[in-house]
């Protein structure tokens, strides 16, 4: 049995991660998930990211050894869907006591397994690991160990406590956990040449379903779904599939090749968001499959259905984009699949004014350079206040992200879209790509935002009140006022002499001429000469009179 | 009296119960420019966050220490440092509620102590008030953890009255449940103004979670209490806790300032808001005004119109006990019978509730008796929602988390027209179910020969179709 320290080292060293590649030997000692900022962090744990990865498996009872924090306060919170047992949505936990921490968690997780076997009977029960009880020392590991032998039923120990690290580590610890205890325990029912595993697909609001139909008119099945709508049974025997498509790729890398490695099952990355996209997985899934031995007519058929959905996601998604023209769009998903979400929202005519990378690979944003242009904004690490203010300059229509940042857009009055896994709407696929680009409208067209961003009657109030109290009326109820602002007027701007000055000149000494007035005033005359001429010509006849 | 059962199982199933952490988080952001911060591994804040924007549909202010399994066995002393520094920097909060999480209670962090030594390493803090509440989550629920945040705020932000010090009679304190919701105390503030009485809430969650837009992006709360008007607390001329859980707060708010305070366990119902309306007529001297005078009728009147579909119900409750205390009491009134009652922690009140045993448990445990008890009205947070899509029956969402409608935050208990405006949605609710799922038949009343005559959600559900015929 390896160590905790050991398995997380050992995903660290992927060979299939190109940002891995680049690394010297220290670096990639250190592990890829960037040092936790404390008092500035966001995210999940590795805990999350484990029970994110592993919760889509539907007939599993997933139970957490641990206070009752960990799944208390998390459980039936994702949208995946299945399309048989529920059990999944059903939440167990240890609920951890005081009593417990002082005297050992292991009993109580071993009582808990009993009793979950013995009302609901699940084909398989994971058991995942939290931080309080890795502290005291519970080993699950030797728990499930027992159980398993005890109960005649697999008990698979998930060992991702919440302080090793982030979400994505814990994507990847739960992808160790099937490899060492799940997949090639069991044996299909048959084989066909058209078995493929799809790897790190969570079958968000049933999103696989969009593209499912798809690959059942080629003949492709889909022997394992890792593990969006997945059952115990496929997962087990998931080591027969002939090819497989890395769906998520941050999340499951280390599933798809150690089981290229260990069963020889080649894989590739890709997705099913864009049009563009679906279309080159369909490919790929083909030609893999015939790579593997299936017959070569399935290259043709994927044409075929690639040609007549390409068209009919185009024709759909026509009549949207002069409504698009102009539309700009900021995009933040903290980059997981930022570069099909690009290519999507371009086919539709968008303007893509940013998109992040936080967490894409080097491959992931040289891909978004390409589609953007070598000059596009692109965002490693975005603030909310930088987020509101660009949202608030207007210098996006719409912003798609994920729900963390959803108020900061809709606090500025800004259409939103959520992308992320809580999302409702399933956006994957042709299907999909038209929802989306159909949603975006929706959204951009209406006529709320534009009530809502009119100023509050009071608001209006005051300003009316404002452009009131300006100078201008003030001067017009006031003469006083008016005879001052009149006499600030700047006659020679050279030697800035105002009129008062020079009407008080002419008025004390009778001046008739120009010359005259610049000998008794500061005034040059020269510029202004037309301007004093002026004043000379209509000097009242009183101020005259008064002179002499 | 209600006896107390506690749980005997291994496994929780379906959790009813939050944890404490969040829920003294939760107390911070009633605060205005507060950081609530979780001393943990970053899990614990992600779920809450989570947890506390899909109830709200807010922004919600909640950092992290960040614990990492390394920082777990060396102790938290640098991460709570860094955390600080980088909140203060980062934010400029007004203040930074501080509370642990059940990794660093179980490795001992002595907060208080790393606390002392940020300061004096940290001169510029002087001025940062750094609240820290100890928040195991391997013990209590999320009330207790509010209870006990509140109770922590009292105790270091109020100021002592001066030997001078001049109470100002009108001055109310005001700490509310973490029952209640922003629309609860936006309701109660318009209460006690009309008595002409100035009231302080703490914590407001109406001031930061109550959905308004603000001006300008603000990382920290964007409204609640401040620290300065939490500092004059000590100058009011009462305090009015509202749930039992606030009891302590306001013995402590005593203690410090010699505030005398009154503890009202329930404001939703008639005779609860009747006893309220008369306190605060006694200390403001003011007559009760006209408006609470016709929503008193208003209230009778609903009671009336509803006590045909509310009357009889066999109710499964499920919620913190002061809430269950609260609804149960109101439905008790109305003639419901809580039949099945589950909570989440120990509470003085859960004896006290009208019913017969009230079980410290979980969803599976509130399924399980609305089944055999063959209940018929469910009433508990949003995750009942799979117990009543099993069980077939009315829902009534409340407490928290309500993550699967909107207005979570606007939703009215207390007060004459907040228990109206409720007893119209429950019984709403049991009338469109009726419609739905129960309407008459030929073979309605027909029985089997040999059978007994009614089963009892026939006989419940017969009494209530015939008395509005």
Redesign the interface.
């Known amino acids: 049995m390896r160590s905790l320290a050991a398995t997380v080292q050992n995903i660290f060293d992927e060979p299939g991660c190109a940002k891995n590649g680049i690394k010297s030997e220290a670096e990639r000692k250190n592990g890829c998930t960037k040092q936790l900022q404390p008092g500035s962090a966001a995210g999940g744990c590795a805990f999350d990211g484990a029970k994110v990865a592993l919760q889509p498996f539907t007939d599993v009872a997933h139970l957490v050894h641990g206070p009752i924090a960990c799944e208390g306060n998390s459980w039936d919170n994702r949208g995946a869907a299945s399309s048989g047992s529920n059990l999944w949505r059903t939440s167990f936990t240890t609920d951890l006591s005081e009593t417990d921490i002082v005297f050992g968690g292991e009993k109580r997780l071993c009582k808990a397994i009993k009793e979950i076997i013995d009302k609901c009977d699940p084909p398989a029960i994971f058991v995942y690991q939290t931080c309080i009880p890795a502290m005291i020392g519970d080993d699950i590991n030797a728990v499930c160990k027992a159980a398993s032998q005890r109960f005649a039923k697999p008990v698979i120990p998930i060992n991702s406590p919440g302080f090793v690290g982030s979400k994505n580590l814990g994507n990847k610890l739960a992808g160790e956990a099937l490899l060492d205890y799940v997949i090639g325990t069991q044996e299909p029912d048959y084989t066909t040449p058209y078995d493929i595993n799809l790897i790190g697909e969570y079958n968000l609001s049933g999103e696989l379903w969009q593209v499912k139909p798809l690959l059942d008119e080629l003949g492709i099945r889909i022997l394992s779904c890792i593990s969006g709508d997945g059952k115990y049974r496929e997962v087990a025997s998931s080591h027969r599939a002939r090819a497989a498509m890395l769906v998520c790729s941050k999340s499951m890398i280390n599933v798809a090749r150690k089981m290229e490695q260990r069963y020889g099952i080649p894989f590739f990355e890709g997705a099913f968001y864009g049009i563009q996209d679906s279309s080159e997985s369909l490919r790929q899934l083909a030609r893999l499959l015939v790579e593997r031995g299936a017959p070569a007519d399935l290259l043709g058929r994927t044409e075929a259905v690639i040609a007549r959905e390409e068209a009919w996601a185009r024709a759909a998604i026509g009549p949207y984009r002069p409504r698009f023209e102009g539309k700009k769009a900021l995009l933040i998903t903290g980059g997981v699949k930022s570069w099909s979400i690009v290519a999507a929202l371009q086919e539709a005519g968008l303007e893509l004014v940013g998109t992040s990378v936080k967490k894409s690979t080097r491959k992931d944003k040289e891909r978004i350079k390409e589609l953007m242009g070598q000059d596009a904004h692109v965002i490693e690490d975005i603030t909310p206040r930088e987020m509101f203010k660009m949202l608030k300059d207007a210098k996006a229509d719409i912003m798609l992200s994920g729900g963390k940042s959803q108020f900061v857009a809709l606090k500025a009055a800004m259409p939103w879209l959520d992308i992320n896994q809580e999302r409702c709407h399933a956006y994957m696929g042709y299907v999909g790509m038209v929802k989306l680009v159909e949603e975006i409208d929706k959204s951009l067209s209406s006529p709320m935002w534009e009530q809502l961003r009119r100023p509050a009657p009071w608001q209006a109030l005051a300003k009316a009140m404002e452009q009131m109290q300006s100078p201008a009326a003030a001067i017009a109820c006031d003469p006083a006022l008016a005879e001052t602002a009149r006499r600030a007027r700047k006659i020679c701007v050279c030697n800035t002499v105002d009129l008062g000055t020079i009407e008080d000149a002419i008025y004390a000494h009778g001046l008739r001429s120009v010359a005259a007035v610049r000998e008794h005033t500061n005034a040059a005359g020269g510029c202004c000469r037309r301007r004093i001429e002026g004043i000379l010509v209509s000097d009242p006849s009183a101020m005259v009179q008064a002179a002499e | 009296m209600a006896i107390v059962t506690a749980p005997t199982?291994?496994?929780?199933?379906?959790?009813l119960?939050?944890?404490q952490?969040?829920g003294g988080a939760f107390a911070f952001m009633g605060l205005r420019g507060a950081m609530p911060?979780l001393h943990?591994?970053?899990?614990?804040?992600?779920?809450?966050?989570?947890?506390f924007?899909?109830h709200f549909?807010?922004?919600v202010p909640l950092?992290?220490?960040?614990?990492?399994?390394v920082?777990?066995v060396l102790g938290g002393y640098e991460?709570?440092e860094?955390?600080?520094?980088?909140?203060y920097n980062?934010t400029k909060p007004k203040i930074i509620g501080i509370c642990s999480?059940?990794?660093t209670e179980?490795?001992g962090d002595d907060v208080d102590a790393y606390l002392k030594l940020i300061r004096s390493k940290h001169p510029q803090l002087a001025k940062l008030p750094l609240v820290y509440v100890s928040t195991?989550?391997?013990?209590g629920?999320f009330q207790d953890g509010w209870g006990k945040a509140v109770a922590r705020i009292v105790e270091v932000l109020v100021e002592r009255p001066g030997a001078n010090g001049l109470r100002d009679p009108l001055k109310v304190n005001v700490l509310p449940g973490c029952h209640l919701t922003p629309g609860d105390i936006d309701e109660l503030r318009v209460i006690l103004e009309d008595f002409g009485l100035c009231p302080s809430f703490l914590p407001d969650v109406a001031g930061s979670l109550d959905g308004h837009?603000?001006d300008e992006?603000t990382?920290t709360t964007i409204g609640g209490i401040g620290v300065d008007e939490i500092a004059g607390m000590g100058r009011a001329g009462w305090t009015i806790a509202i749930g039992a859980q606030m009891q302590r707060a306001a013995e402590v708010m005593q203690v410090k300032t010699g505030v005398p305070f009154r503890v009202f366990e329930r404001l939703c119902g008639l005779c609860p808001n009747d006893e309220f309306m008369t306190f605060l007529s006694e200390i403001s001297g003011r007559p009760i005004p006209l408006k609470y005078r016709r929503q008193r009728g208003q209230l009778a009147d609903a009671m009336l119109d509803a006590h045909f579909h509310i009357g009889g119900r066999k109710v499964a409750i499920g919620a913190e006990p002061d809430l269950l205390f609260d609804m149960s009491g109101m439905l008790h009134d109305m003639g419901a019978q809580v039949t099945a009652a589950v909570t989440t922690t120990q509470s003085e009140v859960i004896e006290r509730i009208k019913t017969k045993e009230v079980l410290i448990g979980d969803l599976e445990d509130l399924e399980g008796l609305a089944k055999t008890h063959h209940c018929d009205l469910l009433i508990t947070h949003s995750?009942g929602r799979?117990a009543a899509a099993r069980l077939k029956l009315p829902f009534y969402r409340t407490g928290f988390p309500m993550?699967d409608r909107l207005g979570a935050g606007h939703q009215l208990s207390v007060g004459y027209r907040g228990t109206r405006n409720l007893i119209f949605e429950i019984a709403n609710l049991v009338i469109a179910h009726r419609e739905e799922n129960d309407q008459p038949t030929p073979d309605r009343w027909r029985t089997a020969a040999g059978l007994p005559r009614c089963s009892g959600y026939r006989s419940s559900a017969g009494a209530a179709g015939r008395s509005i015929a």
Not at chain 2, 9 to 15: D, E, L, Q, R
Not at chain 2, 82 to 87: E, F, G, P, R, T
Not at chain 2, 136 to 139: A, E, M, R, V
């Open positions: 199982k291994a496994c929780a199933v379906n959790p119960k939050m944890s952490p969040i911060l943990g591994s970053q899990g614990c804040t992600s779920f809450g966050l989570t947890l924007v899909r549909k807010e922004a950092q992290t220490t960040a614990m990492s399994e920082a777990t991460n709570l860094q955390a600080i520094l980088n909140i980062r999480t059940g990794v179980t490795n195991p989550d391997f013990k629920a837009i603000p992006f990382p995750h799979q993550f």
